[in-house]
């Protein structure tokens, strides 16, 4: 069942200002948040907007989408249908997951920016991979400076892997070894402007191979320079990772808290994947994916854990995804609803 609550009168602000005059509040929030509403229930929204209770937990300008949840739509109709739905849906900012237009089209990287841009989107960041066995691939090992080249064409703030540093396996001296090369692309980037990222799954959680007292992950925070090298928390795969690995192999506790990283470092954190899943014990990774909203990760408390550090209310871009939705648009509109609905609690 969904969690959204009252919609955000800052959103509803916003999408009029984007073109949708006429429309009342209360009908442009059900709207957006697909609900069928009555002229009681619309009534009460409208109420709940005027009142303003709860400071919204999501910052002003900072709701991003990973673009890989609407690949299909990306490979069917083009960038430019899809950043009209976005701007619909109230986002503001996007991450690229790849900069072809697929069957709809090619396009450049101006083209792309422009777009963007005309839509209220800013470009904040992409995935790349980390490696590759062909020389010539797009990588950041094979092509550091066309990777660089092509994110500073874009605008680029932040530029990144979802890759895993398992390029020379799962010890200690493996992830040393990698950190050295996430420490060369990020002093590379940042020569540049921007800062490199590691997107996590739920693998990183788990512990070095020849040392099972270690955590890979604290491996990873260890050996790279924190000035140089970033992190973009999925918070789904480190809830998952949570679940699969707070126990070490032998079978002694090892618990620990996704968000608690983020709170001792949030510098560290510029970006972060915000997805959902339904708690399932039987499942190997201990969540099946939903939209976010319908699912039991607590994104008030995480978000605005975050928000309230001080000085860091705008430090932070928030990327719903879905890696598998069962219809794109529509996660991205339910999404965008249910997190912009999140209040403070008072």
Not at 86 to 91: C, H, Q, R, S, V
């Given at each position: 069942?969904?969690?959204?609550?009252?919609?955000?009168?800052?959103?509803?602000?916003?999408?009029?200002?984007?073109?949708?005059?006429?429309?009342?509040?209360?009908?442009?929030?059900?709207?957006?948040?697909?609900?069928?509403?009555?002229?009681?229930?619309?009534?009460?929204?409208?109420?709940?907007?005027?009142?303003?209770?709860?400071?919204?937990?999501?910052?002003?300008?900072?709701?991003?989408?990973?673009?890989?949840?609407?690949?299909?739509?990306?490979?069917?109709?083009?960038?430019?249908?899809?950043?009209?739905?976005?701007?619909?849906?109230?986002?503001?900012?996007?991450?690229?997951?790849?900069?072809?237009?697929?069957?709809?089209?090619?396009?450049?990287?101006?083209?792309?920016?422009?777009?963007?841009?005309?839509?209220?989107?800013?470009?904040?960041?992409?995935?790349?991979?980390?490696?590759?066995?062909?020389?010539?691939?797009?990588?950041?090992?094979?092509?550091?400076?066309?990777?660089?080249?092509?994110?500073?064409?874009?605008?680029?703030k932040h530029i990144g892997t979802a890759?895993?540093?398992?390029?020379?396996?799962?010890?200690?001296?493996?992830?040393?070894?990698?950190?050295?090369?996430?420490?060369?692309?990020?002093?590379?980037?940042?020569?540049?402007?921007?800062?490199?990222?590691?997107?996590?799954?739920?693998?990183?959680?788990?512990?070095?191979?020849?040392?099972?007292?270690?955590?890979?992950?604290?491996?990873?925070?260890?050996?790279?320079?924190?000035?140089?090298?970033?992190?973009?928390?999925?918070?789904?795969?480190?809830?998952?990772?949570?679940?699969?690995?707070?126990?070490?192999?032998?079978?002694?506790?090892?618990?620990?808290?996704?968000?608690?990283?983020?709170?001792?470092?949030?510098?560290?954190?510029?970006?972060?994947?915000?997805?959902?899943?339904?708690?399932?014990?039987?499942?190997?990774?201990?969540?099946?994916?939903?939209?976010?909203?319908?699912?039991?990760?607590?994104?008030?408390?995480?978000?605005?854990?975050?928000?309230?550090?001080?000085?860091?209310?705008?430090?932070?871009?928030?990327?719903?995804?879905?890696?598998?939705?069962?219809?794109?648009?529509?996660?991205?509109?339910?999404?965008?609803?249910y997190l912009h609905s999140l209040r403070?609690?008072?």
């Amino acid at each position: 069942m969904s969690r959204i609550s009252q919609p955000d009168p800052e959103l509803t602000h916003r999408l009029t200002r984007r073109g949708m005059l006429g429309v009342a509040a209360g009908a442009t929030a059900a709207a957006l948040l697909g609900a069928a509403a009555t002229p009681a229930t619309a009534a009460t929204e409208t109420a709940d907007m005027t009142s303003g209770r709860g400071r919204p937990v999501l910052p002003p300008g900072r709701l991003g989408i990973q673009l890989y949840s609407l690949r299909d739509k990306v490979s069917t109709l083009g960038f430019a249908p899809v950043f009209a739905e976005l701007e619909k849906y109230g986002y503001d900012e996007v991450e690229f997951a790849g900069y072809t237009q697929g069957s709809a089209g090619p396009i450049t990287l101006a083209q792309l920016k422009r777009l963007a841009r005309d839509h209220g989107l800013n470009p904040i960041g992409s995935h790349v991979g980390y490696y590759s066995d062909d020389p010539n691939a797009y990588t950041f090992a094979q092509n550091l400076t066309k990777v660089l080249d092509d994110a500073q064409a874009l605008g680029l703030k932040h530029i990144g892997t979802a890759s895993g540093p398992f390029r020379y396996g799962s010890t200690v001296d493996a992830w040393k070894r990698a950190a050295e090369e996430f420490n060369t692309y990020g002093a590379a980037a940042k020569a540049r402007g921007m800062k490199f990222y590691q997107h996590n799954h739920s693998e990183e959680f788990s512990f070095a191979t020849d040392n099972p007292k270690v955590r890979l992950y604290d491996a990873l925070l260890k050996e790279t320079d924190p000035d140089l090298v970033f992190l973009e928390m999925d918070i789904y795969w480190a809830y998952s990772g949570q679940f699969r690995f707070s126990k070490r192999p032998d079978g002694t506790p090892a618990p620990f808290e996704p968000l608690n990283y983020v709170l001792r470092q949030p510098h560290r954190y510029p970006l972060f994947h915000v997805k959902d899943g339904v708690s399932d014990p039987a499942n190997t990774y201990g969540y099946r994916m939903t939209d976010v909203g319908d699912g039991d990760i607590d994104y008030q408390k995480f978000i605005s854990a975050v928000t309230r550090l001080r000085g860091e209310r705008l430090a932070h871009h928030w990327q719903a995804e879905h890696d598998q939705p069962t219809e794109s648009f529509t996660f991205a509109r339910r999404s965008s609803a249910y997190l912009h609905s999140l209040r403070e609690k008072c």
